[in-house]
């Protein structure tokens, strides 16, 4: 498409607009976790790693982490393997009703987290026999499902059946086909829809607030707490980075591993 | 090239919507004293729960009229 010089001009400072807007106070949070200054000052009187440190002896930001990451791995495990079933059956398989589930398997990301949270919590508090650690994987997975269906859903598509067809042919069964023909060709979709769960997981906090057991905190819990005591505020930066870091990296591998292609819709 | 967008454009907007609709952390940080429904729901959560269900119904009315009405478009099959 050919722009004219102006319109190329102001199509280039309305996106440097808009992802300044977006990045600056993300730099700022992240130059402020190596600041010498506790309050909010500019430009930093110097840099420090003493809030680095603070965080890492920090029992509530350590704890928090490892409860992150180990929910949003138990999510993502769960979400891949329910995701590939799921995907599988939508695409390689025809059967009444089919459109209709396809809807419901994706409706959990288009409803907003309050609603999820809100119906999971009295589920698991008033049927299920209150909140766990598991309630928690849980809430988190009904969400990371669709990551991996849709990520898995479009690669079954543009793969053709034929392999398969082929395998089944030759006298293979439908287990054997399953392990060496359609999984190693999925294998990276997978993966790379797990990244993605597990990003989505490592950084939610609505569904998260309504599906924790009592005690337990996860990072974006922990730094929602401690946001408004002042005190805390470089070691909240400095968890914040870190969350940042978790969620991005996983987001990034996964890109790269679908060549920049497949739907990389977390948030 | 605005008709090709179209159905991409509206899958889209099926996730922004939706997480927009039912925010109250967001409201909470940068929201100054302006409330959402997420805002009501949270609040009287614990203390009034079927008055909090009924306020959470409101934006799942709402996304349910939205994905009936997006689905024409066929945006749905690309979600």
Redesign the interface.
């Known amino acids: 498409m050919i722009l004219s010089t102006g319109a190329r001009w102001l199509l280039r400072l309305a996106a440097a607009a808009v992802l300044t807007f977006i990045y600056a106070p993300l730099v700022l949070v992240a130059l402020n976790a190596f600041s010498t200054s506790v309050t909010f000052a500019w430009p930093p009187p110097g840099y420090t790693l003493r809030w680095w440190q603070a965080a890492a002896s920090n029992e509530g930001v350590r704890t928090a982490l490892v409860t992150s990451v180990e929910v949003a791995l138990a999510a993502a495990v769960i979400a891949v393997v329910l995701g590939t079933l799921a995907s599988m059956a939508l695409v390689r398989y025809d059967f009444f009703g089919r459109d209709a589930v396809s ?1 419901l398997v ?2 959990p ?7 999820t949270g ?2 999971l ?2 589920l698991f508090t008033q049927a299920l026999g209150g909140l766990t650690f598991f309630t928690l994987v849980v809430g988190h997975a009904t969400f990371c499902i669709v990551i991996v269906v ?1 990520n898995a859903s479009a690669r079954l598509r543009r793969m053709s059946s034929t392999a398969e067809e082929a395998s089944l042919d030759l006298g293979a069964t439908p287990w054997t086909t399953w392990w060496r023909v359609t999984l190693p060709a999925l294998r990276g979709a997978l993966f790379g829809g797990g990244l993605l769960a597990f990003a989505l997981s490592f950084d939610e ?2 569904v998260t ?2 599906t924790a057991g009592p005690g337990l905190q996860t990072l974006p819990l922990w730094i ?1 707490q401690n ?1 408004f005591r002042p005190n805390q505020a470089p070691v909240v930066n400095v968890a914040a980075v870190v969350l940042v870091v978790i969620s991005v990296l996983p987001v990034y591998l996964a890109n790269r591993l679908s060549g920049g292609s497949a739907g990389a ?1 977390t ?1 | 090239m605005a008709p090709l967008l179209g159905p991409a454009v509206a899958a889209g907007s ?2 922004t919507f ?2 927009s ?5 967001t409201v909470q ?1 940068v929201g100054g004293t302006n409330q959402m ?2 805002n009501i ?2 609040a009287n ?1 614990s203390t009034d ?1 079927p008055f ?2 009924a306020v ?1 119904l409101l ?2 009315l709402v ?1 349910g009229a939205y ?1 009936l009405t997006i689905r024409r478009t066929g945006a ?1 099959e690309r ?1």
């Not at chain 1, 990301?109 to 609603?115: D, M, N, S, T």
């Not at chain 2, 609709?21 to 952390?25: E, N, Q």
């Open positions: 809807l994706l409706l990301i288009a409803l907003p987290g309050i609603v809100i119906a919590n009295t849709n906090i609505i607030t309504f929602f946001l819709t948030k | 099926v996730f939706s997480l609709l039912g925010d109250y952390i940080l429904l997420g729901v949270y959560f729960l909090s269900a959470a934006p799942l996304m994905l749905l979600l």
